[in-house]
T-cell receptor, first 111, second 115 residues
């Protein structure tokens, strides 16, 4: 069964606006990771938040984690056209090294 | 900095043929993971290796096999190819405890097209 499920599946916003993507998971996690994928390209690691952390920032990225609700959100501030991509959350699970990916959010930034 | 290298970048095979995908992890990374991503799908875990031994297995068909060699590079062998095997195949590498702090590094992938 899928661990990470993204919401929404597709999001279109104007350049300069903020984009928020949500992710829910099902079991206990060691960490929650976010990746970006440009069309047909590789997965690029964006940010990792550990299970004992609640919020983390990296540049224009802000990630929150709510382990009680088993959910995470990725906020991209001041979006740019280059942010257009698919964004995946992936759960790193205790005692298991592999990542389990969600279905992804397709983000389109309109210039 | 060196990244995860995958080869080839693109591969076209006919049904029932065999394909071999290669992955060269980041130096000093001892763990390799293989993922399959179908069109419009999320990446699905296939198999992983730690210190040249299989460490975990996911939804990998019996027609596929993989191994990690003494230099830590890995190869995914796919036989009796089917049209449904057409996908992007990603390799990722990591090292403990880095993966719990820094995530995984993915290669650019191999796009396999079965015709």
């Amino acid at each position: 069964s899928q661990q990470g499920e993204e919401d929404p599946q597709a999001l279109s916003i104007q350049e300069g606006e903020n984009a928020t993507m949500n992710c829910s998971y099902k079991t206990s996690i060691n960490n929650l990771q976010w990746y970006r994928q440009n069309s047909g390209r590789g997965l690029v690691h964006l940010i990792l938040i550990r299970s004992n952390e609640r919020e983390k920032h990296s540049g224009r990225l802000r990630v929150t984690l709510d382990t009680s609700k088993k959910s995470s959100s990725l906020l991209i501030t001041a979006s740019r056209a280059a942010d257009t991509a698919s964004y995946f959350c992936a759960a790193g699970i205790f005692g298991n090294e592999k990542l389990t990916f969600g279905t992804g959010t397709r983000l389109t930034i309109i210039p | 900095a060196a990244g995860v290298i995958q080869s080839p970048r693109h591969l076209i095979k006919e049904k029932r043929e065999t394909a071999t995908l290669k992955c060269y992890p980041i130096p000093r990374h001892d763990t390799v993971y293989w993922y399959q991503q179908g069109p419009g799908q999320d990446p699905q875990f296939l198999i992983s290796f730690y210190e040249k031994m299989q460490s975990d297995k996911g939804s990998i068909p019996d027609r596929f096999s993989a191994q990690q060699f003494s230099d830590y590079h890995s190869e995914l062998n796919m036989s009796s190819l089917e049209l449904g095997d057409s996908a992007l195949y990603f390799c990722a590498s990591s090292s403990l405890p880095g993966q719990t702090n820094y995530g995984y590094t993915f290669g650019s992938g191999t796009r396999l097209t079965v015709v």
